[in-house]
Protein backbone atom coordinates (compact mmCIF):
# COMPACT_ATOMS: atom_id res chain seq x y z
CA UNK A 1 0.00 0.00 0.00
CA UNK A 2 2.56 2.32 1.10
CA UNK A 3 4.91 1.55 -2.22
CA UNK A 4 1.43 1.52 -4.26
CA UNK A 5 1.22 5.81 -3.15
CA UNK A 6 4.43 6.45 -3.91
CA UNK A 7 4.40 5.07 -7.02
CA UNK A 8 0.74 7.12 -7.38
CA UNK A 9 3.48 10.29 -6.71
CA UNK A 10 5.70 9.41 -8.88
CA UNK A 11 2.71 8.81 -12.05
CA UNK A 12 1.68 12.41 -11.44
CA UNK A 13 5.15 13.43 -11.50
CA UNK A 14 5.62 12.36 -14.60
CA UNK A 15 1.73 13.39 -16.19
CA UNK A 16 2.76 17.21 -15.21
CA UNK A 17 6.56 16.89 -16.91
CA UNK A 18 4.82 14.71 -19.70
CA UNK A 19 2.35 17.75 -20.11
CA UNK A 20 4.70 20.26 -20.08
CA UNK A 21 7.14 19.27 -22.47
CA UNK A 22 3.74 20.36 -24.92
CA UNK A 23 4.97 23.58 -25.42
CA UNK A 24 8.75 22.62 -26.46
CA UNK A 25 7.78 19.89 -29.16
CA UNK A 26 5.11 21.94 -30.63
CA UNK A 27 6.15 25.51 -30.26
CA UNK A 28 9.71 25.43 -31.16
CA UNK A 29 10.23 28.75 -32.37
CA UNK A 30 8.14 30.61 -29.63
CA UNK A 31 11.14 31.51 -26.60
CA UNK A 32 8.44 33.01 -24.74
CA UNK A 33 6.49 30.16 -24.47
CA UNK A 34 9.00 28.06 -23.65
CA UNK A 35 10.62 29.97 -21.07
CA UNK A 36 7.68 30.39 -19.69
CA UNK A 37 7.37 26.47 -19.50
CA UNK A 38 10.80 26.11 -17.91
CA UNK A 39 9.74 28.25 -15.39
CA UNK A 40 6.73 26.56 -14.58
CA UNK A 41 8.64 23.42 -14.88
CA UNK A 42 10.72 23.73 -12.22
CA UNK A 43 8.21 25.59 -10.13
CA UNK A 44 5.80 22.48 -10.33
CA UNK A 45 8.34 20.18 -9.59
CA UNK A 46 9.22 21.93 -6.38
CA UNK A 47 5.85 21.89 -5.43
CA UNK A 48 5.17 18.18 -6.12
CA UNK A 49 8.04 17.75 -3.72
CA UNK A 50 7.15 19.72 -0.84
CA UNK A 51 3.23 17.84 -1.11
CA UNK A 52 4.94 14.59 -1.06
CA UNK A 53 7.16 15.29 1.60
CA UNK A 54 4.61 17.09 4.11
CA UNK A 55 2.43 13.58 2.97
CA UNK A 56 5.59 11.40 3.84
CA UNK A 57 6.14 13.44 7.31
CA UNK A 58 9.84 13.86 5.88
CA UNK A 59 9.95 17.66 5.68
CA UNK A 60 13.20 18.85 5.97
CA UNK A 61 14.81 22.26 4.74
CA UNK A 62 17.78 20.69 2.95
CA UNK A 63 15.94 18.48 1.66
CA UNK A 64 13.53 20.87 0.11
CA UNK A 65 16.13 23.01 -0.58
CA UNK A 66 17.91 20.61 -2.30
CA UNK A 67 14.43 20.35 -5.07
CA UNK A 68 14.16 24.37 -5.18
CA UNK A 69 18.61 24.43 -6.12
CA UNK A 70 17.55 21.70 -9.17
CA UNK A 71 14.56 23.61 -10.12
CA UNK A 72 16.79 26.94 -10.43
CA UNK A 73 19.77 25.15 -11.80
CA UNK A 74 17.85 23.61 -14.35
CA UNK A 75 15.46 26.83 -15.06
CA UNK A 76 19.25 28.35 -15.95
CA UNK A 77 20.39 26.38 -18.45
CA UNK A 78 17.20 25.87 -20.39
CA UNK A 79 16.75 30.25 -20.12
CA UNK A 80 20.66 29.96 -21.01
CA UNK A 81 20.04 28.34 -24.19
CA UNK A 82 16.70 30.25 -24.90
CA UNK A 83 18.55 33.73 -24.87
CA UNK A 84 21.07 32.40 -27.04
CA UNK A 85 18.99 31.01 -29.88
CA UNK B 1 67.69 5.96 15.76
CA UNK B 2 68.66 8.00 12.54
CA UNK B 3 66.61 10.15 10.48
CA UNK B 4 66.38 7.37 7.42
CA UNK B 5 65.00 4.68 10.01
CA UNK B 6 62.27 6.99 11.93
CA UNK B 7 61.02 8.73 7.92
CA UNK B 8 60.55 4.79 7.04
CA UNK B 9 59.34 3.88 10.10
CA UNK B 10 56.29 6.31 9.61
CA UNK B 11 55.72 5.61 6.14
CA UNK B 12 55.30 1.64 7.92
CA UNK B 13 52.75 3.02 10.32
CA UNK B 14 50.94 5.47 8.15
CA UNK B 15 50.47 2.65 5.15
CA UNK B 16 49.07 0.05 8.53
CA UNK B 17 46.94 2.57 9.36
CA UNK B 18 45.13 2.91 6.37
CA UNK B 19 44.91 -0.50 6.27
CA UNK B 20 43.13 -1.10 9.16
CA UNK B 21 40.72 2.19 8.77
CA UNK B 22 39.28 3.04 5.01
CA UNK B 23 38.30 6.40 6.13
CA UNK B 24 41.75 7.83 6.48
CA UNK B 25 42.52 6.97 2.62
CA UNK B 26 39.74 9.80 2.41
CA UNK B 27 41.98 12.39 2.00
CA UNK B 28 43.80 10.34 -0.79
CA UNK B 29 40.32 9.34 -2.90
CA UNK B 30 38.44 11.89 -5.00
CA UNK B 31 35.80 9.15 -5.39
CA UNK B 32 33.46 11.02 -2.78
CA UNK B 33 33.02 13.75 -5.65
CA UNK B 34 30.82 11.48 -7.71
CA UNK B 35 29.71 9.19 -4.65
CA UNK B 36 27.68 9.23 -1.87
CA UNK B 37 29.63 9.34 1.51
CA UNK B 38 28.54 6.39 3.67
CA UNK B 39 29.69 7.78 7.03
CA UNK B 40 28.22 11.40 5.99
CA UNK B 41 25.38 10.12 4.54
CA UNK B 42 25.15 13.11 1.98
CA UNK B 43 25.17 12.86 -1.62
CA UNK B 44 28.33 12.97 -3.36
CA UNK B 45 30.43 16.25 -3.20
CA UNK B 46 29.61 17.53 -6.93
CA UNK B 47 25.83 16.97 -6.07
CA UNK B 48 26.13 19.22 -2.74
CA UNK B 49 24.32 21.96 -2.25
CA UNK B 50 27.45 23.91 -2.94
CA UNK B 51 27.98 22.53 -6.13
CA UNK B 52 24.81 23.32 -7.00
CA UNK B 53 24.81 27.19 -6.38
CA UNK B 54 27.98 27.01 -8.39
CA UNK B 55 26.40 25.42 -11.25
CA UNK B 56 23.27 27.82 -10.79
CA UNK B 57 26.03 30.98 -10.92
CA UNK B 58 27.77 29.49 -14.09
CA UNK B 59 24.76 29.75 -16.20
CA UNK B 60 23.56 32.67 -14.88
CA UNK B 61 27.59 34.31 -16.16
CA UNK B 62 26.68 32.04 -19.28
CA UNK B 63 23.89 34.59 -19.73
CA UNK B 64 25.43 37.67 -18.83
CA UNK B 65 28.66 36.88 -20.39
CA UNK B 66 26.97 36.70 -23.80
CA UNK B 67 25.20 39.39 -23.56
CA UNK B 68 28.39 41.39 -22.65
CA UNK B 69 30.67 39.53 -25.03
CA UNK B 70 28.51 40.78 -28.47
CA UNK B 71 28.57 44.32 -26.83
CA UNK B 72 32.49 44.41 -26.70
CA UNK B 73 33.21 42.19 -29.62
CA UNK B 74 30.45 42.16 -31.88
CA UNK B 75 30.26 39.62 -35.02
CA UNK B 76 32.48 36.58 -33.11
CA UNK B 77 29.26 34.97 -31.67
CA UNK B 78 26.84 34.40 -34.39
CA UNK B 79 24.93 31.58 -36.17
CA UNK B 80 25.83 29.00 -38.90
CA UNK B 81 22.87 29.12 -42.02
CA UNK B 82 22.71 27.80 -45.40
CA UNK B 83 19.51 29.40 -47.08
CA UNK B 84 18.74 29.93 -50.38
CA UNK B 85 15.89 31.84 -51.50
CA UNK B 86 14.70 28.87 -54.60
CA UNK B 87 14.18 26.54 -51.47
CA UNK B 88 12.37 29.05 -49.74
CA UNK B 89 10.44 29.94 -52.70
CA UNK B 90 10.13 26.46 -53.85
CA UNK B 91 9.01 25.77 -50.22
CA UNK B 92 6.36 28.15 -49.61
CA UNK B 93 4.80 27.22 -52.93
CA UNK B 94 4.50 23.69 -51.88
CA UNK B 95 2.71 25.05 -48.62
CA UNK B 96 0.20 27.13 -51.04
CA UNK B 97 -0.50 24.37 -53.40
CA UNK B 98 -0.94 21.52 -50.86
CA UNK B 99 -4.20 23.53 -49.85
CA UNK B 100 -5.04 24.05 -53.23
CA UNK B 101 -4.07 27.85 -53.43
CA UNK B 102 -2.08 28.88 -56.58
CA UNK B 103 1.65 29.41 -56.70
CA UNK B 104 2.78 32.96 -55.94
CA UNK B 105 5.43 34.32 -58.50
CA UNK B 106 8.95 36.14 -58.01
CA UNK B 107 8.62 39.69 -58.39
CA UNK B 108 11.34 42.44 -59.01
CA UNK B 109 9.64 45.28 -56.56
CA UNK B 110 8.98 42.97 -54.00
CA UNK B 111 12.74 41.66 -54.28
CA UNK B 112 14.47 44.47 -54.16
CA UNK B 113 11.86 46.03 -51.23
CA UNK B 114 12.59 42.63 -49.32
CA UNK B 115 16.54 43.57 -49.74
CA UNK B 116 16.36 47.36 -48.60
CA UNK B 117 14.59 46.06 -45.67
CA UNK B 118 17.04 43.41 -44.97
CA UNK B 119 19.71 46.40 -45.54
CA UNK B 120 17.89 48.82 -43.46
CA UNK B 121 17.71 46.19 -40.53
CA UNK B 122 21.71 46.01 -40.45
CA UNK B 123 22.14 49.93 -40.72
CA UNK B 124 19.95 50.91 -38.34
CA UNK B 125 20.72 47.84 -35.86
CA UNK B 126 17.01 46.42 -35.26
CA UNK B 127 14.64 43.65 -35.49
CA UNK B 128 10.92 44.76 -35.81
CA UNK B 129 8.34 45.29 -38.85
CA UNK B 130 8.96 49.03 -38.15
CA UNK B 131 12.55 50.86 -38.34
CA UNK B 132 13.29 53.08 -35.60
CA UNK B 133 12.09 56.15 -38.19
CA UNK B 134 9.12 54.86 -38.49
CA UNK B 135 9.35 53.10 -41.63
CA UNK B 136 6.46 50.41 -42.04
CA UNK B 137 6.86 47.22 -44.45
CA UNK B 138 4.82 48.93 -46.91
CA UNK B 139 7.22 52.13 -47.22
CA UNK B 140 9.25 49.82 -48.60
CA UNK B 141 7.12 48.27 -51.15
CA UNK B 142 5.53 51.57 -52.04
CA UNK B 143 9.48 52.98 -52.57
CA UNK B 144 9.77 50.40 -55.54
CA UNK B 145 6.98 51.64 -57.02
CA UNK B 146 4.95 48.33 -56.40
CA UNK B 147 1.46 49.92 -55.68
CA UNK B 148 0.10 47.01 -53.70
CA UNK B 149 -3.75 46.48 -53.31
CA UNK B 150 -2.68 43.52 -50.47
CA UNK B 151 0.38 43.34 -48.96
CA UNK B 152 2.35 41.33 -46.14
CA UNK B 153 5.62 40.52 -44.77
CA UNK B 154 7.27 37.39 -42.77
CA UNK B 155 10.71 37.88 -41.27
CA UNK B 156 13.35 35.41 -39.65
CA UNK B 157 16.71 35.11 -38.16
CA UNK B 158 19.28 33.01 -36.71
CA UNK B 159 17.73 29.97 -38.19
CA UNK B 160 20.16 27.41 -40.16
CA UNK B 161 18.54 26.36 -43.01
CA UNK B 162 15.61 26.98 -45.32
CA UNK B 163 13.36 24.88 -44.69
CA UNK B 164 13.56 25.61 -40.79
CA UNK B 165 12.50 28.78 -41.69
CA UNK B 166 9.52 28.13 -43.82
CA UNK B 167 8.17 25.50 -41.13
CA UNK B 168 8.25 27.95 -38.28
CA UNK B 169 6.23 30.28 -40.63
CA UNK B 170 3.99 27.57 -41.40
CA UNK B 171 3.89 26.48 -37.40
CA UNK B 172 2.71 30.67 -36.78
CA UNK B 173 -0.88 31.30 -37.23
CA UNK B 174 0.01 34.82 -38.08
CA UNK B 175 2.52 34.07 -40.47
CA UNK B 176 1.07 31.26 -41.75
CA UNK B 177 -2.00 33.75 -42.45
CA UNK B 178 0.61 35.41 -44.84
CA UNK B 179 1.74 31.72 -46.23
CA UNK B 180 -1.63 30.28 -47.64
CA UNK B 181 -3.14 34.25 -47.98
CA UNK B 182 -5.55 33.81 -51.34
CA UNK B 183 -5.46 37.37 -51.86
CA UNK B 184 -1.46 37.52 -52.57
CA UNK B 185 -0.25 36.79 -56.30
CA UNK B 186 3.15 37.62 -55.49
CA UNK B 187 6.38 37.57 -53.45
CA UNK B 188 9.69 39.09 -52.96
CA UNK B 189 12.63 37.55 -50.57
CA UNK B 190 16.00 38.47 -49.37
CA UNK B 191 18.49 36.40 -47.70
CA UNK B 192 20.97 39.11 -46.06
CA UNK B 193 24.25 38.46 -43.68
CA UNK B 194 25.52 40.66 -41.62
CA UNK B 195 25.98 41.55 -37.91
CA UNK B 196 22.29 42.83 -36.06
CA UNK B 197 22.42 43.40 -32.14
CA UNK B 198 25.97 41.80 -31.48
CA UNK B 199 25.73 38.56 -33.57
CA UNK B 200 27.07 37.61 -37.01
CA UNK B 201 23.85 36.00 -38.23
CA UNK B 202 21.20 35.87 -41.47
CA UNK B 203 17.93 37.52 -41.98
CA UNK B 204 15.00 36.90 -43.98
CA UNK B 205 12.74 38.94 -45.12
CA UNK B 206 9.71 37.72 -47.45
CA UNK B 207 7.34 40.42 -48.77
CA UNK B 208 4.27 39.37 -50.27
CA UNK B 209 1.78 41.59 -52.40
CA UNK B 210 -0.72 41.86 -55.40
CA UNK B 211 -0.96 44.99 -57.49
CA UNK B 212 -3.98 46.64 -57.87
CA UNK B 213 -3.13 47.09 -61.63
CA UNK B 214 -2.85 42.97 -62.54
CA UNK B 215 -1.23 44.45 -65.81
CA UNK B 216 1.49 44.94 -63.50
CA UNK B 217 2.08 41.38 -62.40
CA UNK B 218 5.62 40.02 -63.13
CA UNK B 219 6.49 37.93 -65.57
CA UNK B 220 7.78 34.42 -65.67
CA UNK B 221 11.62 35.53 -67.56
CA UNK B 222 11.32 38.13 -64.27
CA UNK B 223 10.90 35.54 -62.12
CA UNK B 224 14.27 33.40 -63.87
CA UNK B 225 15.86 36.72 -63.81
CA UNK B 226 15.28 37.01 -59.72
CA UNK B 227 16.03 33.23 -59.38
CA UNK B 228 19.74 33.54 -61.71
CA UNK B 229 20.87 36.56 -59.85
CA UNK B 230 20.30 35.25 -56.73
CA UNK B 231 21.88 31.59 -56.98
CA UNK B 232 25.09 33.76 -58.40
CA UNK B 233 25.31 35.35 -55.12
CA UNK B 234 25.11 32.53 -53.46
CA UNK B 235 27.81 30.95 -55.53
CA UNK B 236 29.95 33.71 -55.37
CA UNK B 237 29.59 33.84 -51.25
CA UNK B 238 30.06 30.31 -51.14
CA UNK B 239 33.62 30.35 -52.93
CA UNK B 240 34.31 33.29 -50.94
CA UNK B 241 33.41 32.04 -47.49
CA UNK B 242 35.15 28.28 -48.67
CA UNK B 243 38.27 30.00 -49.82
CA UNK B 244 38.69 32.21 -46.66
CA UNK B 245 37.97 28.43 -44.92
CA UNK B 246 40.35 26.63 -47.01
CA UNK B 247 42.81 29.38 -46.17
CA UNK B 248 42.64 29.12 -42.05
CA UNK B 249 43.45 24.84 -42.71
CA UNK B 250 46.54 23.33 -41.98
CA UNK B 251 48.51 23.27 -45.20
CA UNK B 252 48.62 19.06 -45.52
CA UNK B 253 44.58 19.54 -45.59
CA UNK B 254 44.41 22.49 -48.41
CA UNK B 255 45.51 20.23 -50.89
CA UNK B 256 42.70 17.29 -49.93
CA UNK B 257 39.73 19.31 -48.86
CA UNK B 258 38.99 22.17 -51.67
CA UNK B 259 37.70 19.91 -53.81
CA UNK B 260 34.88 19.07 -51.31
CA UNK B 261 34.56 22.47 -50.22
CA UNK B 262 33.82 24.11 -53.82
CA UNK B 263 31.06 21.79 -54.13
CA UNK B 264 29.87 22.10 -50.63
CA UNK B 265 26.69 24.36 -49.93
CA UNK B 266 27.88 28.34 -49.13
CA UNK B 267 27.54 28.40 -45.54
CA UNK B 268 27.77 31.30 -43.11
CA UNK B 269 30.49 30.49 -40.26
CA UNK B 270 30.81 33.09 -37.49
CA UNK B 271 33.73 32.53 -35.63
CA UNK B 272 31.93 31.04 -32.83
CA UNK B 273 28.24 29.52 -33.38
CA UNK B 274 26.95 30.58 -30.60
CA UNK B 275 23.43 29.04 -30.45
CA UNK B 276 25.21 25.35 -30.96
CA UNK B 277 27.80 26.20 -28.24
CA UNK B 278 25.67 26.74 -25.36
CA UNK B 279 23.10 23.82 -26.35
CA UNK B 280 25.99 21.63 -26.44
CA UNK B 281 27.21 23.12 -22.65
CA UNK B 282 23.62 22.50 -20.98
CA UNK B 283 22.93 19.15 -22.79
CA UNK B 284 26.39 17.75 -21.56
CA UNK B 285 25.92 18.99 -18.18
CA UNK B 286 22.09 17.50 -17.85
CA UNK B 287 23.57 14.22 -19.08
CA UNK B 288 26.53 14.62 -16.35
CA UNK B 289 23.99 15.18 -13.35
CA UNK B 290 21.76 12.23 -14.84
CA UNK B 291 24.83 10.69 -14.58
CA UNK B 292 25.62 11.22 -11.17
CA UNK B 293 22.16 10.56 -10.09
CA UNK B 294 22.47 7.12 -11.84
CA UNK B 295 25.54 6.64 -9.56
CA UNK B 296 23.76 7.96 -6.72
CA UNK B 297 20.96 5.48 -7.02
CA UNK B 298 23.26 2.61 -7.92
CA UNK B 299 26.07 3.42 -4.92
CA UNK B 300 23.21 4.05 -2.33
CA UNK B 301 22.04 0.57 -2.99
CA UNK B 302 25.07 -1.35 -3.54
CA UNK B 303 26.34 0.10 -0.18
CA UNK B 304 22.99 0.16 1.96
CA UNK B 305 23.46 4.16 2.65
CA UNK B 306 20.78 5.92 4.13
CA UNK B 307 20.67 9.42 3.22
CA UNK B 308 18.54 12.42 4.52
CA UNK B 309 17.92 13.54 0.83
CA UNK B 310 14.89 14.22 -1.81
CA UNK B 311 14.35 11.55 -3.75
CA UNK B 312 17.13 10.80 -6.36
CA UNK B 313 13.90 9.06 -9.16
CA UNK B 314 12.20 12.16 -8.96
CA UNK B 315 15.21 14.53 -9.96
CA UNK B 316 16.41 11.41 -12.32
CA UNK B 317 12.62 11.81 -14.69
CA UNK B 318 13.27 15.74 -13.93
CA UNK B 319 16.47 15.72 -15.61
CA UNK B 320 15.42 13.72 -18.25
CA UNK B 321 12.36 15.53 -19.03
CA UNK B 322 14.72 18.45 -19.23
CA UNK B 323 17.12 17.02 -21.48
CA UNK B 324 14.31 15.97 -23.68
CA UNK B 325 13.14 19.45 -23.64
CA UNK B 326 16.82 20.95 -24.07
CA UNK B 327 17.44 18.60 -27.15
CA UNK B 328 13.63 20.41 -28.98
CA UNK B 329 15.35 24.18 -28.64
CA UNK B 330 16.66 24.93 -32.25
CA UNK B 331 17.87 28.20 -33.38
CA UNK B 332 15.82 31.13 -35.37
CA UNK B 333 13.18 33.93 -34.40
CA UNK B 334 10.60 34.96 -36.70
CA UNK B 335 8.52 38.23 -36.27
Known amino acids: MESKKHLNYYIILGVILALLSYPFIWLVHNYTVQSIGAGVSSLLFVTWAIVHHINEGRVRKTVIGEYILLGVVIFFVVFAILTAL | ?335
Open chain 2, 1 to 335: MSAHLLRKKSKQLKIAKWRRDPSSIEKYQFIYYFVPHPKKQSRATLLSTKAFIIYALFFLSVMVGQKAFTRFFPGVLGYASNIKIKELYDMTNRKRTAVGLGELRLNPALTRAAEKKAQDMFSDDYWAHTSPDGDEPWDFILAEDYDYAYAGENLAKNFNNSKDVVEAWYNSPSHKENLLNKNYEEIGFAVVDGVLNGYETTVVVQMFGKPKDISHLATASDQERILESAAQKEAAHSVDTNTEVVANLPKPLQNVLPQQLKDSEPVILPAIDVAMAIKGIGVVFVIYLIALMTLDIWYSKKHGIAKVTGHTWAHLMFLIASLGMLLTLMPGKIL
